[in-house]
């Protein structure tokens, strides 16, 4: 019986020195993995020369998009709680009461397209996490700097968002 007990042992203890091996060898990739978080500047700008969607290009836009929310929200706030939009006086001149209908109209369209633009960011994030980001959506090719600096929320390259346009208009004539 003892040395079936030391063989145990034995075993026991060369499992555990694998283990602690392999453990070791997995948190040394892991850390390799992780570098740390990246940092840019706030002057920052994406350049052609830098490998194309970087994890600094990826922070830049994603920096770019959440801040344009931000703006997009505090505006829409402002004009629900702030504007005109509360103004509930009515004018006894009908041609008044004809224009205040008018500029409200408007403000909520502008408010209605800002809300559709939210929906857009929160897609273009959601893209950033799953690494998608700046890349077309029908054809899988970059969308480019220049573009996405233009407009942070092209799902398409400059061809495919003419031949979805052209789509839209003919389905739109039907």
């Not at 091996?21 to 990246?38: L, R």
Request: with cysteine; charged share 35%.
């Amino acid at each position: 019986m003892p040395k079936t007990t030391k063989l145990k042992k034995k075993v026991s203890k060369t499992k555990t020195k694998t283990i602690s091996k392999t453990k070791s060898k997995n948190i040394i990739k892991t850390k390799e993995a992780i570098k740390g978080p990246i940092k840019i500047s706030k002057t920052y700008v994406p350049k052609e020369n830098e490998k194309y969607m970087c994890e600094k290009h990826k922070i830049f836009f994603r920096i770019k998009l959440q801040e344009w929310k931000k703006e997009l929200i505090k505006a829409n706030n402002d004009a629900l709680y702030n504007g005109s939009m509360d103004d509930n006086s009515i004018s006894a001149d009908i041609v008044d009461q004809a224009s205040s209908y008018t500029d409200k109209n408007v403000e909520m369209k502008a408010i209605n397209r800002q809300i559709k633009l939210i929906s857009e960011i929160d897609k273009a994030l959601g893209r950033i996490r799953e690494d998608t980001y700046g890349y077309c959506l029908d054809t899988a090719e970059p969308i480019g700097l220049k573009r996405l600096m233009a407009r942070p929320v092209a799902k398409y390259t400059i061809a495919a968002q003419e031949k979805h346009e052209k789509n839209e208009k003919v389905h739109a004539d039907e």
